[in-house]
């Protein structure tokens, strides 16, 4: 994408912006009321919402839930954003890190527009507003905070701390956005959200948007003060402005002196922005990272709540934070306490004879596509644009016969990225915990470096802040702005250590949900997926040991609900590109792909993988014994490159020792392709499943992970008991691949003896080969004892020294 | 614990601290040389470990796997640290936060005799030497980590981001400590670590020892240069001031000099440290929250290493991450490099004639328990106390009979630990994010405030400096104090909502593989127990929705390895106080106890309790119509509050509908109970296990969590496949509880129905049943659409509603 220059604004235009009218703050106010308005009467009313009468017991719901204290902030902020961009017809977004303002950003998107046209029976009239409030935190309604349904938002404000990484997602390759990123003091206390004021670090001013974070000290989170309200504020400048920002700071509760405060400090941020992007665009810009804006709100928790309730301070005080007056039911006193805030907002200016929003109120809106509650970028199934994608197949290793050629699988998938980078410089980016090379994925280097906005030396190899490859320690950072880069309609892989994606897991977790709301709401349009490719995996940790080891995300990623999550295990390269090329082609899915960075057997030729990748599963046949004429002895089934190796050198073993023993090895790619159909979309039909595993046939099942993940995947399925599953059981530390295997129990030895144990028959020379097998791990057990570091690092199975 | 009063050095002790003679550098610098000569012999050397003749290549491993970057760096840091302990007796432990450089602290150990009283065969001679060498990062040996064989470490260096947690954790209660902790450049850009600076706004510097924070800037990561090494060092300066510091810096690569000016620093942060601990300890603090020092340590990465490797810089640049010189087996250019590189450290000066460390070098130790790698508080099972436990009977809750008292079970909790808190006031402590009243805990507060360093007003509400209850917004910093409160032998609890205990799920694993690993390790003893409580639960977040559901946690604790991870699940207050009593006593597991905070009916009385939760799990004869005299036509499982309810009105619908019909009830408590007690220690013997289940009729399983999670725990139990299990499948998000259940196919309905359907016969009347159950969900299902707010949150069974 060519950045579009920014215009640097003209004097005129900086004056007209930082100094509001009375004419200008009247609406604009009266904006603020009405926002505030709605939501006081979203937390209280279940009838009456344009106080047409006094209000009455019957009037407040009967469950007061949902978060006022942040939510005057919330709605201030968004009625002076929406002024400047009423004068500057600047696209913006609007995300909400105290999400449980929910509320505000509701009534922001209601007082627009947009709300009603989105959700027609929540129409601009009395009985609109009536539903408005009832939905609110109520079954079959809405949650209390910022959502899925809330218009405008990318943001979930539930678990807190991904605010700046979504923004700064959104922004990366849209020069022309700002995300206007509201901080919570109490998600600034946690460790993701302090994590991610470093994106300035690695914002390129020409080829990106900007975020104007705007840290909302309020006081208080639930129960007490915060950090960051309670330090010196001097300390909290130097904070902040050590993470490379100018800080502009902005206090108090008088209106309207906010308002003018406020509008001046928000056109010094906007103007600072500009100025840096015209530096950067126009050329003349000596490539230091510049200090990017942020605004310093401190307004009282609760502003324009009440003062004091039961003779306790509220309005800045924690006791702000949810519900200020409980109990209004059954408490005259509070009800009149509840009226006298709902119509200190002065309703009657507010609303329209229909229970619209009236003029004077209307009048502080944008229109259409500027609306921040309309924005397409907030939507990002709207401005989505496919990737212009290489045919993979060109990227294709040639496998003459399976098992001979020897390869790192992943760097073939770093030459389709490459190519990918190359034809899509304004939509694809790989996000990576400065691990592209180590993951072999470092092709990507010959078309983009790493981009970095701090000091660059001529000596940095890949380095630069042209580059597009995102490369930061921090998994948070990585898997947020990915998250933001998508649900902005882009496309992109984040790609990490398997154990380490754990760090990140939460957050896996909590876009799946969003995916999952969104698929209810016909408005939201797909996405591109969420990519996470899981390498250096647990098999081939040698030198790193235990805390290098874990495949526990699968555990979680297999229980997202149905048509979500995905998991695919491609055992070689060609069924990696096969995989790679669906998963970015595909929308609103968290695809997950695990497969090791090390030298590996190739099984597949392009155009085997591609159709074993299409039906999720298949025979093996060169591998096993089994003809067809009957039902095999047993079935090998495996799931996971190292475990695909264990299984097919097992099968070896037992073609050689007992080749009357018919084996039947069944490779599994897709995951999810193992439960029931009723279970998830992917799931075989029962024929197919019987084709394979048939129905009564004991299952040796290698898997890649813990084995109780197949134990859940298979369950329902015919005699799902036969299933025998080996899998990572947290055994093993510093030690060989093949090592690893053996203390695992799924090295070729075990699966063998597995085999013949459950086999239908018990062939002539079982036992024979069972002893051999243990003779093998007995040796293998005096090797490691003997050898330490001089053991072979991992044991093909066409090594022919003797292991098969 | 009574703080002791720490003295203020007097002056002529600093003069001679920050002032080193060349009598003291001579050995503090032998020692660093010995340590960075080992450091390079552990990466490179299989034999001839003393040079005692010219390098060749069979005396190369095979493998050259390690990290020499960050590790001269910390070894210069631990001989400072060494000799201010020698002069001051100051107790001190180092967490070494760039893990990676474990062969640096393994060589602190092995040069301060440590390592050879724990490991004999690693003596200290030159068979020792060579067997420290030939362990490291191999099979059989030890990690290239840091990690728990490492002694004198709390702290695994895997998995980055939380040195300074476990630092803060630490020192909480233990005001004779300081916890040196390096916190590496790398391991700084992540968003737990960047959220872990603020350990200073919770810390009392009259109560708890002190941590003192070095960030060792080296400049690179992997691949690439670091944020911080690269952003303008006033920037950095201007970040970790606003943070709460008193920042000191120390730059440079050259010797002596560089001796000289970090002796100068330490002893200023030491001073600083003494200060604001004395004036803390002696009554004349005004109560400000203190600026503690912290060390900026920059010296080139890889330093002392080669400065150049095949005409490419090395010294100084993330080419010495690693392994600087590869291939040295095949590459005589490199074997000379590495030949000189060791013998630049004069290795004849630094191992007597036996191989052993030489005078000069002992000379810079310390002795006994003050060195750091013998600190009792860095093996903290060895100053473990038992807790002062109150008989937890005392907070029994009085059940005349099942299901009529009705109280939020959490509030027991509380009392409990109020007490413990009151008479443990030295070694138990609460960490919870900012929820301890919202989750009923707030009982505490009868005893202790909150932790407050920073600002309190006198309007706040058991908030103060000397309060011991730790609320932070941040899991990350709640669990990583928790672990290093444990791992120095001091008892706590994290308490949190459940869906976000999925942000530090992966310290939950890490922590749990740290204390496999110490199993195996004699010399480490058991330490307490890691408990966390998971409250606020998917099915009753009422008005929060989506995002706050998540019982994801337990999916990755059951795939822990068998001793560690026990899941509890009590369903109401009496099994929940013997639960807790249990875990509060127990040593070196990860216990995780799920239970809702909100009003539940109470079912068992104190005694029952006991009973029912030292089996784990029982049948609850009372609930059920089966009569022993026959088998059950089904039984009816439950692990969970809410699920449970669901299943005693299950129960009772089909008793009063079909009394005939044979119901069994099983309550599960502990939840690893149910598998084989060859896949864990609580798994129940088969012969429980089915008197419990029998071994042939079906079972309809209510589970809190997901229902994969019973798939794979009681697989390989008689006939698994009979066991049908309902829980949470990620429906629902803002709605009542009963309507989860209803969502979620687990009410009361689906479990009646669902019982009939898989029972060994029909009784008369079932269709009758299954007809008006599903009568009853489409009643509910009209009532949602229509009634929104004005649904009864919740369903009691005993409410004689008609639902029953």
Not at 668 to 695: I, Q, S, Y
């Amino acid at each position: 994408m060519t950045a579009r220059t920014a215009a640097v604004p003209t004097d005129a235009l900086v004056e007209a912006l930082a100094n509001p009218t009375d004419e200008e703050i009247a609406p604009l106010d009266a904006w603020w009321r009405a926002n505030n308005y709605l939501t006081v009467a979203q937390i209280y009313l279940g009838a009456n919402p344009l106080l047409k009468r006094t209000l009455v017991s019957d009037d407040i719901k009967p469950r007061l839930l949902g978060h006022w204290g942040t939510s005057p902030g919330l709605s201030f902020i968004y009625a002076h954003a929406t002024r400047l961009i009423g004068k500057t017809d600047q696209q913006m977004i609007y995300l909400a890190g105290p999400g449980h303002g929910g509320p505000a950003l509701v009534a922001a998107g209601y007082l627009e527009g947009t709300y009603s046209e989105i959700y027609p029976d929540v129409s601009q009239d009395e009985g609109g507003l009536l539903r408005l409030c009832r939905q609110f935190s109520a079954p079959g309604g809405i949650p209390s905070h910022v959502s899925v349904p809330t218009p405008g938002s990318i943001h979930e404000g539930g678990e807190l701390g991904y605010v700046l990484v979504h923004a700064f997602g959104a922004v990366m390759d849209n020069p022309d956005l700002i995300a206007l990123a509201v901080v919570g003091d109490g998600e600034a206390e946690t460790g993701p959200l302090e994590g991610s004021w470093k994106g300035v670090s690695f914002l390129n001013p020409a080829r990106d948007g900007a975020v104007l974070p705007i840290l909302h000290l309020n006081g208080a989170k639930i129960a007490g003060p915060t950090v960051l309200a309670r330090k010196d504020p001097a300390e909290v400048r130097e904070l902040l402005s050590g993470h490379g920002y100018e800080v502009i700071e902005v206090e108090g509760d008088d209106i309207p002196g906010m308002h003018h405060r406020f509008a001046a400090a928000l056109t010094r941020a906007w103007v600072r922005i500009r100025e840096i992007q015209q530096s950067a665009r126009g050329g003349d810009w000596d490539g230091t990272r510049p200090d990017w804006p942020l605004i310093i709100l401190r307004t009282p928790k609760g502003w324009t709540g009440p003062k004091e309730v039961d003779g306790q301070r509220t309005e800045g005080t924690w006791r702000s934070h949810q519900v200020p007056l409980s109990g209004v039911k059954g408490n005259q006193d509070h009800l009149d306490i509840l009226e006298t805030w709902l119509r200190s907002y002065r309703p009657e200016e507010l609303f329209d004879e229909n229970g619209g929003p009236s003029e004077l109120v209307r009048r502080a809106n944008v229109t259409g596509d500027l609306r921040m509650s309309a924005s397409p970028h907030a939507n990002g199934g709207l401005v989505t644009r496919d990737l212009e994608m290489p045919d993979f197949r060109q990227y294709a290793v040639d496998v003459p016969t399976p098992a001979t050629v020897k390869l790192e699988s992943t760097r073939t998938l770093g030459e389709l990225m490459r190519d990918i980078y190359r034809d899509n410089d304004d939509r694809f980016r790989l996000f990576c915990p400065d691990e592209t090379n180590s993951n072999r994925l470092g092709a990507v280097f010959e078309v983009s470096d790493r981009m970095f906005a701090e000091t660059v030396y001529p000596e940095d190899v890949s380095l630069s802040r042209d580059g597009r490859v995102m490369e930061v320690l921090s998994e948070h950072n990585c898997h947020g702005w990915l998250e933001g880069y998508t649900l902005t309609g882009r496309h992109g892989l984040f790609a990490t250590y398997e154990a380490f994606a754990m760090v990140s897991a939460s957050q896996t977790i909590q876009h799946a949900k969003w995916l999952q709301e969104a698929e209810h709401l016909d408005w939201r349009e797909p996405v591109p997926s969420l990519n996470i490719l899981l390498t250096s995996t647990a098999w081939r940790n040698d030198h790193n040991g235990f805390s290098h080891q874990g495949p526990g995300l699968l555990q979680n990623v297999i229980t997202t609900r149905g048509n979500i999550g995905r998991v695919y295990l491609p055992p070689d390269a060609n069924s990696l590109l096969s995989v790679a090329d669906h998963c970015f082609r595909s929308r609103s899915y968290v695809n997950v792909i695990v497969i090791d960075k090390q030298p590996q057997l190739q099984w597949m030729t392009i155009d085997e993988a591609v159709e074993h990748c299409t039906r999720g599963a298949g025979v093996w046949e060169w591998a096993g014994t089994d003809d067809g004429s009957a039902d095999p002895d047993i079935v090998l089934a495996c799931a996971g490159d190292v475990v695909t190796m264990e299984t097919i050198a097992a099968a070896e073993i037992l073609k050689k020792h007992m080749p009357h023993f018919r084996t039947r090895v069944v490779n599994v790619v897709d995951l999810m392709a193992l439960p029931r159909r009723k279970d998830h979309p992917h799931g075989m039909d029962e024929t197919l499943f019987n084709e394979l595993f048939t129905d009564h046939v004991d299952v040796v099942f290698a898997f890649h992970g813990y084995p109780g993940a197949i134990h859940q995947l298979v369950h329902g399925r015919p005699d799902a008991d036969r299933f025998r599953v080996r899998g990572f059981i947290e055994e093993g530390t510093t030690t060989t691949p093949f090592d690893m295997v053996v203390r695992n129990r799924v090295s070729r030895y075990h699966l063998v003896m597995d085999a013949i144990n459950n086999a239908r028959r018990t062939p002539p020379g079982a036992s024979e080969l069972k002893a051999w097998c243990q003779m093998q791990l007995d040796k293998h057990e005096a090797y490691v004892v003997e050898h330490l570091e001089d053991m072979p690092e991992v044991r093909d199975w066409s090594l022919g020294d003797g292991s098969v």
